[in-house]
């Protein structure tokens, strides 16, 4: 069983990192670290892009940290199987229930952006890597998803700190690479076509994401292959399925 919660935080993370660039920080961070912005500056902007990268991994490592202690306690608890696989499967559902919208409830999010004061203040290399490593911990900016929720308890689950800890680092890595996707933007206007397409493909990642913590309460629900399991993963899935096409008709 904690193979394949490991597994599965693994692409819960993937998918919690892309969609937390679409974040109100995420979007200004393809906005403030560009070509055209540190070109203006005088800044280089690979070594800013390159701090940045480095402190959102060292952000990803310190979350990482964070789950490894909870997965070592998680070890001292030595919870059978069964019931590391029932935790995780009520941990997806809830990220699912929550990023859908089900009951009109969604889990609390930390509404807080970067100090854009900084970028006046302090040299390329210190907010290149201040605010990287802000954006990686993935909890103290903006949180976009459950799914940040669900790669942190399933990350815990999987009793193993070093996994835990990798499966962190990478979360912030992918975080920081969002930066290089206006790495070849020279002018105003390609960057605000950029954001306009990038902004209108926001709500289709949404949607994938909360197929990947569905997808993940099957995983589980597959794994324990109990009847109150296939009751609780069908019961959230068809409020999902409800709900979309009671958004649908309304907006027809």
Not at 30 to 36: E, H
Not at 146 to 169: D, H, N, R
Not at 207 to 217: M, S
Request: charged share 10%; with cysteine.
């Amino acid at each position: 069983m904690t193979l394949c919660i490991a597994v599965v935080a693994a692409v819960v993370a993937v998918a919690a990192a892309v969609r937390s660039t679409w974040s109100p920080c995420g979007l200004s961070m393809l906005s403030t670290i560009t070509p055209l912005s540190e070109g203006a500056k005088g800044n280089s902007y690979r070594s800013t892009a390159g701090w940045f990268v480095i402190g959102a991994t060292a952000g990803g490592a310190t979350l990482g940290g964070m789950m490894a202690l909870a997965a070592a306690g998680m070890r001292v608890l030595a919870l059978t199987p069964t019931t590391l696989g029932f935790l995780a499967l009520v941990a997806a559902l809830v990220a699912a229930g929550s990023d859908a919208g089900v009951g009109g409830w969604r889990l609390p999010i930390h509404r807080r952006q970067v100090n854009e004061r900084w970028l006046d203040q302090y040299r390329a290399w210190v907010y290149g890597a201040g605010f990287g490593w802000q954006i990686g911990t993935g909890l103290a900016t903006y949180i976009t998803t459950a799914a940040v929720y669900l790669m942190i308890v399933l990350g815990a689950l999987t009793a193993q700190p070093m996994v835990a800890l990798a499966i962190g680092s990478t979360f912030g890595l992918l975080r920081g690479l969002a930066v290089l996707l206006t790495r070849r933007l020279r002018s105003s206007e390609g960057l605000l076509v950029f954001h306009r397409r990038f902004t209108a493909a926001g709500p289709v990642v949404g949607k994938v994401v909360n197929a990947v913590e569905l997808g993940a309460a099957v995983v589980f629900t597959g794994a324990l292959r109990t009847p109150t399991a296939v009751a609780l993963t069908a019961g959230v899935a068809l409020a999902a399925a409800a709900l979309i096409r009671g958004r649908r008709a309304l907006t027809r």
